[in-house]
């Protein structure tokens, strides 16, 4: 099982930010997608936003306009910028990383948005 490192959770009020970051170990090459995933109390987990290996990206409707993910392929990092945080924002995020037989999940991070 490979092991992703998360950070950057946390508590913050409506309107504010956060950045999340996952870094997967260097041994793994050729990551094919890079992604968040969250799951609200009481809710089934969902898509955030996911990233591939060209760059492209695509959003959950509920964060496009306001979150954005971006990797550092170098670095085996993916992040994501969250802005305009809103109380439906809650939840603990999850990155998955997929490579040549990956497919790994972090550990969690808390984001609790305030009202």
């Known amino acids: 099982q490979v092991q992703l490192v998360e950070s950057g959770g946390g508590l913050v009020q409506a309107g504010g930010s956060l950045r999340l970051s996952c870094t997967a170990p260097?041994?793994?090459?050729?990551?094919?997608?890079m992604g968040w995933y969250r799951r609200a109390p009481g809710k089934e987990r969902e898509l955030v936003a996911v990233?591939?290996?060209?760059?492209?990206?695509n959003y959950a409707d509920s964060v496009k306009g306001r979150f954005t993910i971006s990797s550092d392929n170098a670095k085996n990092t993916v992040y994501l910028q969250m802005n305009s945080l809103k109380p439906e924002d809650t939840a603990v995020y999850y990155c998955?990383?997929?490579?040549?037989?990956?497919?790994?999940w972090g550990q969690g991070t808390q984001v609790t948005v305030s009202s």
């Open positions: 260097g041994s793994i090459r050729n990551i094919l997608l």
């Open positions: 998955n990383i997929r490579a040549l037989f990956v497919d790994s």
């Open positions: 990233t591939t290996r060209d760059g492209s990206a």
